[in-house]
């Protein structure tokens, strides 16, 4: 048994309590958006890759309002992982080190807002592309029925499905964002 005090004793429970919740909330939201993005990417790259040169449409604003809010997505989770690391300044050994509640708020606040910036271009493109979607289908009549008048829509629906995702990468940060404002403060 070594005589060095333990650094989890020299810290008062609420600290202790913030840097679990930093550290859990950290990693879940960094590794759901980091492979909701990486789907999103894959989806858009194919979608835009290989079906856009076969249909020949376009998606317009939509496809761009998507990859804005990925690209958000990307920093986002750099921020949500940048949680962990202070979940580990939380922790040290030196109260020099630590973060004080402001700054870490201050953290959660612009992950918090960052998030709600790529929902928010996320759902532009969502609107934009149901819009061209809802277009599409009023000028073609009911694509359900003829298989040939689904190719047009294939692109569009792909592109929907990873804007759904990145709407909910951004969501699920939003949340974690939320419960960890609620831990800082109790």
Same mark, same amino acid.
């Given at each position: 048994?070594?005589?060095?005090?333990?650094?989890?004793?020299?810290?008062?429970?609420? %600290?202790?309590?913030?840097?679990?919740?930093?550290?859990?909330?950290?990693?879940?939201?960094?590794?759901?958006?980091?492979?909701?993005?990486?789907?999103?990417?894959?989806?858009?790259?194919?979608? %835009?890759?290989?079906?856009?040169?076969?249909?020949?449409?376009?998606?317009?604003?939509?496809?761009?309002?998507?990859?804005?809010?990925?690209?958000?997505?990307?920093?986002?989770?750099?921020?949500?992982?940048?949680?962990?690391?202070?979940?580990?300044?939380?922790?040290?050994?030196?109260?020099?080190?630590?973060?004080?509640?402001?700054?870490?708020?201050?953290?959660?606040?612009?992950?918090?807002?960052?998030?709600?910036?790529?929902?928010?271009?996320?759902?532009?493109?969502?609107?934009?592309?149901?819009?061209?979607?809802?277009?599409?289908?009023?000028?073609?009549?009911?694509?359900?029925?003829?298989?040939?008048?689904?190719?047009?829509?294939?692109?569009?629906?792909?592109? %929907?499905?990873?804007?759904?995702?990145?709407?909910?990468?951004?969501?699920?940060?939003?949340?974690?964002?939320?419960?960890?404002?609620?831990?800082?403060?109790?």
């Amino acid at each position: 048994m070594s005589n060095s005090p333990d650094s989890s004793s020299s810290l008062s429970p609420a %600290v202790e309590q913030v840097a679990k919740a930093l550290r859990l909330g950290g990693w879940i939201c960094f590794w759901v958006q980091l492979v909701l993005g990486i789907v999103s990417s894959m989806i858009f790259l194919f979608a %835009v890759g290989i079906l856009g040169q076969k249909t020949g449409t376009g998606t317009g604003g939509g496809l761009f309002f998507a990859v804005c809010g990925l690209a958000v997505l990307g920093f986002s989770a750099f921020l949500s992982f940048r949680y962990t690391r202070l979940a580990r300044q939380l922790r040290s050994d030196k109260p020099s080190l630590r973060p004080s509640r402001g700054d870490t708020t201050k953290q959660v606040k612009r992950t918090l807002i960052t998030n709600l910036v790529g929902i928010t271009l996320a759902l532009l493109g969502a609107e934009a592309i149901g819009g061209i979607l809802l277009g599409k289908s009023l000028v073609s009549g009911s694509f359900m029925f003829n298989p040939t008048e689904l190719e047009k829509f294939t692109l569009d629906i792909f592109i %929907v499905l990873g804007n759904t995702h990145i709407i909910v990468a951004h969501f699920i940060g939003i949340v974690v964002g939320l419960f960890l404002l609620d831990r800082l403060y109790k």
